[in-house]
């Protein structure tokens, strides 16, 4: 929401950074998501396409069907 990206990336990295609170929790796969989605905003489509394979391979076995997998591999495939 604030469309910073570098200001969104590094809290989306403090919250993965916290290993405790993400291995097991969903909010931890959708940190990197976030973390995806703010490196593409700041224009790093290397560190985006990193954050974004990192959290389509935890959700490697989600249903194929769930609508933010469906746009997290379409905001992938834009990236070059």
């Known amino acids: ?13 403090k919250f993965i950074d916290h290993r405790g609170v993400v291995v097991n929790f969903p909010l931890g796969a959708l940190a990197r998501l976030g973390l995806a989605r703010a490196y593409a905003m700041q224009g790093d489509s290397a560190k985006a396409k990193a954050a974004y394979q990192e959290f389509l391979t935890i959700w490697k076995d989600a249903d194929p069907d769930i609508p933010i997998l469906i746009a997290a591999k379409a905001e992938y495939a834009t990236l070059k």
Not at 1 to 13: R, V
């Open 1 to 13: 929401m604030s469309h910073d990206g570098n200001s969104t990336a590094a809290q989306f990295q």
